[in-house]
């Protein structure tokens, strides 16, 4: 049977915390005759509300949302289910109504949906969107804004957007996700008035069993698939199914191997960053040239009557800025290319390091678990920790912006020093 939350894998306590909440809202619409709005208290004044009045106090809806977990648990995917339930003719997020189906095809007109294309989300657009999120809902249920990578909302960003959780416009809901609530990722005042769903890492078993069922992915490489992305669902799917991806994957499960020296290890660090640029390119090119074409059109490009030679000087300014967000765009996809490489390669590290240590554990790349195995006894729990220590060490340079080179190289000199 169709359903919103289909798609959202390993999440069963989440799901029936968010069931509850969509049925409480649809109550209170009922209720009210379509005229009622979600209480503008904190998530925790409802739920204690809730239960002061004998009723499930997981059950309470609230007008401001939370979906944390790690990289691949499905943030925005809870966060669209519940929008789709909240938008649900029945109140459960049927997955068949039209509620349900334009909410998850990304077209219902009440669901504005923020996917931050570059390195942050600015205050202008937090401005405008909550402008717009202020207005009536035109289906006569609920405007919803869904915020993806929450986390990267610039101090000013937040601060508009702390005005509007705060005094919550009528029948407006907001959905933000975010790795976690820890201050550097969602403030303390905007978690302070949100309701958080905290989300899990998917088993793997659960992940391979989804592959096989919406994607008829054979169920031997949907197993592979899951294991070796460590439950990431999103990537999974594409390892599963794109052949690039793979090939990335064994380019930098080659790392280890190709680490004979200093010039090797300079040479291991460009060829993965110029692989992470090249991801990247494929990924933004077509859409740049569609984004730059569309505009380009609307802006009368190659007309030849009267006042063309102004309206293309006036179309300079438009065009520089779509190059400014492409451009911003384009670094947001190296930095995410390369991060997945990174996980990866940590991973390898990871079965060495439980290899070493003689761990119970199955390894996560199953395929590399000979080359692991003799790293291990090389190495030794200390030389693989290390080695696993300044993957990890990369990661967090890059998200404090050292320059993606210079951190790539210091870590492979590192791997390859031990």
């Known amino acids: 049977m169709p359903d919103a939350f289909a798609n959202l894998v390993g999440q069963d306590e989440a799901v029936a915390t968010l069931r509850r909440a969509a ?17 503008a208290a904190p998530a925790q004044d409802a739920d204690a509300a809730s239960a002061g009045s004998g009723g499930d106090p997981g059950a309470g809806m609230t007008h401001a949302w939370i979906f944390t977990g790690p990289p691949g648990s499905g943030r925005s995917v809870a966060a669209r289910a519940f929008a789709a339930a909240l938008q649900c003719r029945h109140g459960t997020g049927c997955g068949e109504c039209p509620g349900c189906h334009t909410t998850l095809a990304g077209t ?57 959780v705060e005094e919550p416009p009528p029948r407006t809901v907001f959905l933000l996700c975010a790795p976690s ?26 992940v391979a069993e989804m592959l096989v069922r919406r994607d008829g992915i054979a169920p031997d490489v949907a197993r592979w698939a899951a294991a070796a992305t460590q439950g990431h669902v999103g990537r999974a799917r594409r390892l599963a199914g794109d052949p690039q991806s793979r090939a990335r994957r064994e ?16 040479d291991a660090a460009s060829a993965l960053i110029e692989a992470a640029e090249a991801e990247a390119a494929a990924s933004v090119t077509e859409i740049d040239t569609a984004e730059r074409a569309a505009l380009e059109t609307a802006l009368g490009a190659g007309g030849t009557g009267r006042g063309a030679a102004g309206a293309a000087r006036g179309a300079a300014g438009q065009l520089k800025d ?5 451009k911003s765009r384009a670094t947001r996809a190296q930095r995410d290319a390369l991060d997945r490489a990174l996980v990866d390669l940590a991973a390898f590290y990871r ?10 554990v199955a390894p996560v790349h199953a395929d590399t678990a000979e080359l692991a195995d003799a790293g291990a006894r090389s190495w030794q729990p200390e030389g693989a920790l290390r080695r696993l220590e300044a993957v990890l060490a990369c990661r967090t340079a890059i998200e404090a912006n050292v ?9 492979m000199l590192a791997l390859w020093k031990g």
Do not use: Y
């Open 403 to 411: 320059k993606p080179r210079i951190a790539v190289e210091a870590m």
């Open 108 to 164: 219902h007109a009440d669901v504005r949906l923020v996917v931050p294309e570059g390195l942050s989300i600015g205050v202008n657009e937090m401005r405008a969107l909550v402008l717009r999120a202020a207005s009536t809902p035109s289906g006569g249920r609920w405007q919803i804004v869904i915020i993806e990578d929450a986390d990267r909302l610039t101090e000013a960003a937040g601060n508009a957007l702390l005005k509007a």
């Open 23 to 39: 049925a409480a809202a649809a109550a209170v619409l009922r209720t009210a005759g379509e005229r009622a709005e979600p209480t």
């Open 351 to 360: 079965d060495a390091l439980t290899m070493a240590l003689g761990a119970p």
């Open 322 to 326: 779509l190059e400014r967000r492409q």
């Open 181 to 206: 609530t820890h201050p550097d990722d969602v403030s303390v005042t905007i978690r302070s008035r949100c309701r958080v769903v905290p989300l899990r890492q998917p088993p793997a078993a659960a």
């Open 251 to 266: 380019a930098v499960l080659a790392v280890p191997r190709r680490l004979t020296g200093v010039g090797a290890a300079f």
